[in-house]
């Protein structure tokens, strides 16, 4: 057991005090599975909020193992293994993953937590959809399930609440290559937005907003070829920390952004398309005191409404709404209990930390889930517990966790009583 410290996700809000312990092997998943005491898992901390936080923590260091059966297009892969491991290996042997969030930089096992989705969620779905199979420690030790299991589905976008996920098999597809085949554009509404993303036959599309009248409209498919240059990455300089505090300062980048972005075709690298964010691996010190992300997901014909309704509210409470972007849902059965996307559209907007902001959110929130909006616990910070609504199988969930005896809770899962302290 490490000191005391201060510890939070990647919003950097809330921030607690933890010990943190390492789960270094499945012994040690085995026993940790035991305890009386109450605790979390942690994977790489890429969640925003408080999922991944209690007063005890505990990390995923076990080896990084990985082994393909090509026969049946199969990866099994310790929990560990972050998608850039997985990516780089499947990529060697001309494979990929069918479903990849917008960064790379987490683990399988926080990937499986939160049945992560792309990009292309209308066409390929969540990446729990690709999961074959997996083994699971719960108070009962090792379990190994597969999709209609209820631990499965209780897992599989259970926010780590129902026990440490080891190795998981998932389905990969073959590669055409490493770069896609991009067009973007820009628009003026958020519904010609919507229409774009309909009648389009690209799988992947997303789109930037700069304001209610400006997007910059993205959408994408592998091209065939590889190409050999490597990923770039590298740090915020420090004098770029705390610059999201400053409403004139993103103001005059965002202007600067969309000008500057070019419309047409082009080849990009498939780390580019798929992963913009992870090109500065500390984008998330821009905000001094942390940030809140909203991200919620509704049906389509009331999405316009709830984008220019979070717009005004984020705006008359005096803050500019930052890197936000909407994605397209389509109809899937969801293969988790807590699996987050719904038939519809996807909004996603961060705005700058202060204090009181979570209490100044709620009314937002309010007005968001009497239009049907669910919202993302992987994003979430500032919920309350009748926001978890349009979560159909929450009861299902919380009488499945009750009975399985697990000792595990999140802040975050206590405060939506999900779990109970
Ligand atoms: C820049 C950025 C872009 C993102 N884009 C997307 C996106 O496009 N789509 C999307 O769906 N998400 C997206 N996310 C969210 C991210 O994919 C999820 O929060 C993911 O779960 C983080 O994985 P992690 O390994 O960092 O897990 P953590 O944040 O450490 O933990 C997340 C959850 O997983 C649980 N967990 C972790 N490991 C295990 C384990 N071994 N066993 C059981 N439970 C475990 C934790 O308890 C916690 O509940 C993005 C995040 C960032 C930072």
């Known amino acids: 057991m490490e000191k005391r410290s201060e510890q939070y996700g990647w919003g950097r809000f809330p921030r607690v005090s933890a010990e943190q312990i390492r789960v270094e092997n499945a012994s040690d998943a085995e026993t940790l599975m035991q305890s009386e005491e109450h605790f979390c898992l942690m994977g790489k901390g890429r969640s925003y909020g408080d999922q991944a936080l209690y007063d005890t923590i505990a990390i995923n260091e076990t080896k990084t193992v990985m082994t393909l059966d090509t026969e049946q297009s199969e990866l099994t892969c310790s929990s560990s293994c ?34 992560v989705h792309g990009k292309n969620h209308f066409d390929a779905g969540t990446f729990g959809e690709t999961v074959v199979q997996m083994e699971v420690y719960t108070v009962n030790g090792r379990e190994i399930v597969k999709p209609d299991d209820s631990l499965f589905r209780a897992t599989v976008g259970g926010g780590g609440l129902t026990g440490w996920i080891g190795s998981v098999t998932i389905r990969v ?9 991009v067009s973007r554009k820009k628009l003026n509404s958020v519904d010609a937005v919507m229409q774009e993303m309909i009648n389009t036959a690209m799988p992947y599309k997303a789109c930037w907003m700069k304001d209610l009248h400006s997007f910059l409209y993205t959408e994408g498919d592998w091209s065939r070829g590889w190409d050999d240059s490597k990923a770039k990455r590298g740090k915020l300089r420090h004098h770029y920390f705390g610059w999201g505090s400053n409403p004139t300062v993103l103001n005059v980048f965002d202007r600067r952004t969309y000008r500057k972005a070019k419309e047409g075709r082009s080849v990009e690298p498939a780390h580019t398309f798929l992963y ?26 009331v999405f316009e409404e709830c984008v220019h309704l979070t717009w005004n509210a984020i705006q008359e409470a005096g803050c500019h709404p930052f890197l936000a972007t909407i994605k397209h849902f389509g109809k899937r059965e969801p293969i988790g209990m807590l699996s987050f996307p719904r038939e519809g559209f996807c909004f996603t907007v961060d705005i700058r930390y202060k204090s009181g902001r979570e209490e100044a959110l709620q009314p937002l ?44 809770r999140s802040h975050q899962s206590n405060r939506l009583r999900i779990t109970e302290p």
């Open 82 to 115: 972050t998608l850039r491991m997985v990516n780089a290996f499947l990529q060697a042997h001309k494979l990929r993953l069918n479903v990849s969030p917008g960064t790379e930089e987490i683990t399988v096992g926080g990937a499986v937590a939160n049945d």
């Open 173 to 181: 597809i073959p590669a055409i290559g490493n770069q896609f085949d």
């Open 276 to 301: 913009p964010l992870d090109r500065w691996e500390d984008w998330n010190r821009l905000y001094p005191k942390g940030f809140i992300q909203i991200q919620f997901a509704v049906r389509t014909e």
């Open 365 to 408: 929130h309010d007005k968001l889930v009497e239009k049907g909006a669910r919202f993302y616990l992987a994003k979430d910070s500032v919920m309350k517990p009748h926001h978890m609504v349009h979560y159909p199988e929450l009861n299902t969930f919380k009488t499945y966790l009750k009975e399985s005896k697990s000792t595990i």
